[in-house]
């Protein structure tokens, strides 16, 4: 029950049902880079976090119900694959508008980017 | 703010100080195999989870504000970490104590124990 | 020493020292796509695939001399470290050269390259 | 050539055609720890690390004739998933018989086994 309500309460929060604390938050935060090439599809990756969230939360479920460990590995191996479809798609976004417009731009900037994406790639290869 | 009434929501669904809904869930719930190796050390993997979970969140937010991709990936790399850090104390002492258990115990129930086990880290490698 | 012969071989073959051999099967291959991102450092690529290449020869020798099955693992790890260092390179060169030329180029071949560059990254997430 | 050369030398090694050359070293090389759990796999093993050597070599070639960047990056894959099979195949017959055999045994034998096991998990997973 009180897993249900805060599963509700996180729902609104991201569908911004409940305009008015979305909202204030919204005031409050300066986004330090505006939008990015993931802002289009922004509803769909909190659907997806959501998922993945349910999903840790279904692992503290597992672990305090004495599961079998075996079963509990599985459903780390499904959030874990689940947040790796999340960065994926990320990427996508992000080569196809950030690097592609600093490619366009010219300058060193490209560089850069490349650089960087690759570190990011790197972090999700060696976890 | 709705976002903080869920985590206080979580946090006391996991802590158990709601222990009205929390134990009708237990009395539902037939742990179908009893207590296991992990058993003893519940609440620190419960405080894992919990930390994930609430990692997980974060990057719900990062999405909502914007924030550039690189980071959000690098928050997605480290979630992914913990995940596989829990799997492997968890593995650890499934090896100790389960499969121990079976080798011990003679029979075939050993080979089974460990293609089972071997079948898990699979998965936690093709993710 | 047979595996030495074999060794010294392999490396007079890829730095090119048998001109006659690797000259005529430079001269019977024609490249599907000439020149790539890659082309400039092609030297250091081939270094560091000589030496996966002993380590994997490496990894023949210890399985033939009985060596302690987590010496081996410990072995794997690093050849498999070896190996996404290179594509990571690979990676790098390819995202500066090829997509971003897509990127400049304009039309749609961004999205084609993009989505290649992406698929290509999920098939390393995933081994 | 040379290079077909030096794949007909690592064959006869590894297939033990050149017995001369093969049995001195064999003579040379004290074994740390006799005969394992993976022993009995011995042949089977020195097939898939030879296919892997295969790979590996190919990736030379592919560089050296200026292949496309993502058929490159496939084959880096299909190595890697080769390394991860070999390596999952050594780490059930590792459990199976050294971790079961230290469980029977009893002491203190069984912890440092299966810390030792999930220590190379762990940096198979990180790699």
Tied chains: 1, 2, 3, 4.
């Excluded at 986004?31 to 969230?53: A, N, T, V």
């Excluded at 992000?94 to 690759?118: N, S, Y």
Aim: a negative charge; proline letters at 3%; charged letters at 20%.
């Amino acid at each position: 029950m009180t897993d249900t309500a805060a599963e509700t309460a996180v729902t609104q929060a991201a569908a911004g049902s409940a305009p008015g604390s979305t909202g204030s938050a919204a005031d409050e935060i300066v986004s330090p880079q505006g939008p990015h090439g993931y802002s289009h599809d922004k509803e769909s990756h909190l659907k997806r976090l959501r998922r993945i969230e349910g999903q840790i939360r279904g692992l503290q479920r597992m672990v305090e119900q004495d599961v079998y460990c075996i079963d509990i590995l599985t459903q780390v191996s499904a959030s874990t694959k689940g947040l790796q479809s999340f960065a994926l798609q990320l990427l996508e976004e992000h080569l196809r508008h950030c690097v592609a417009a600093a490619a366009v731009g010219g300058g060193p900037e490209i560089d850069e980017k490349v650089a960087e994406a690759t570190a990011a790639i790197a972090r999700l290869l060696r976890t």
